[in-house]
T-cell receptor, first 113, second 114 residues
Framework: AQSVTQPDIHITVSEGASLELRCNYS??????LFWYVQSPGQGLQLLLK??????LVQGIKGFEAEFKRSQSSFNLRKPSVHWSDAAEYFC???????????FGTGTKLQVIP | DGGITQSPKYLFRKEGQNVTLSCEQN?????MYWYRQDPGQGLRLIYY???????QKGDIAEGYSVSREKKESFPLTVTSAQKNPTAFYLC?????????????FGPGTRLTVL
């Protein structure tokens, strides 16, 4: 079975600073990897996903993520954070076929002026 | 607009009562899911359904029940057997394919047991 770890529970960055959220996964084959964002009291929205091909994936809202097989990582990055990026971010890993997706425990991002 | 609706947004229940959370989608997706979200624990899968009239238990199905009589609807019943039901509940749907497909989430229902 697959698993995913988000080691940072809470991160604070200044507006305009760069951001990197960490995600490590465990799965025997090439996984399907996702990053979702959740605003307070809301559902989750997909930011980006990786299935195969180019290991640098571009998403919405200026986010990108890089798949590194050797490190079993799929870290999310943004060059310049905006106050509206304050939210909780979830990394998720899926396997092939009809196997379910497993979500990480989330990283809550706080943006300070 | 296509999407997923969940109702009610807030739900209060007395101990010992069963309650049903509604989830409806008009995305024509075959698969639907129920998750429970608690602070610091991420999303945990309760039940999922890949097709009408079929569903499977997730990681924390005890104390919950579901039905899938229509493609558009996947209601979740929180029974009195669920020992700690206060949580935020999220419904999602996806095209068939399970682990490779994007899941689309509803806005959630916050259940509080009084």
């Amino acid at each position: 079975a697959q698993s995913v770890t988000q080691p940072d529970i809470h991160i604070t960055v200044s507006e305009g600073a760069s951001l990197e959220l960490r995600c490590n996964y465990s799965y025997g084959a090439t996984p399907y990897l996702f990053w979702y964002v959740q605003s307070p009291g809301q559902g989750l929205q997909l930011l980006l996903k990786y299935f195969s091909g180019d290991t640098l994936v571009q998403g919405i809202k200026g986010f990108e993520a890089e798949f590194k097989r050797s490190q079993s990582s799929f870290n999310l990055r943004k060059p310049s954070v905006h106050w509206s990026d304050a939210a909780e971010y979830f990394c998720a890993v899926g396997a092939g076929g009809y196997q379910k997706v497993t979500f990480g425990t989330g990283t809550k991002l706080q943006v300070i002026p | 607009d296509g999407g997923i609706t969940q109702s009610p947004k807030y739900l209060f229940r007395k101990e010992g009562q069963n309650v049903t959370l509604s989830c409806e989608q008009n995305l024509n997706h075959d698969a639907m899911y129920w998750y429970r979200q608690d602070p610091g624990q991420g999303l945990r899968l309760i039940y999922y359904s890949q097709i009408v009239n079929d569903f499977q238990k997730g990681d924390i199905a005890e104390g919950y029940s579901v039905s899938r009589e229509k493609k558009e609807s996947f209601p979740l019943t929180v029974t009195s057997a669920q020992k700690n039901p206060t949580a935020f509940y999220l419904c999602a749907s996806s095209p068939p394919g399970g682990g490779r497909d994007t899941q689309y989430f509803g806005p959630g229902t916050r259940l509080t047991v009084l």
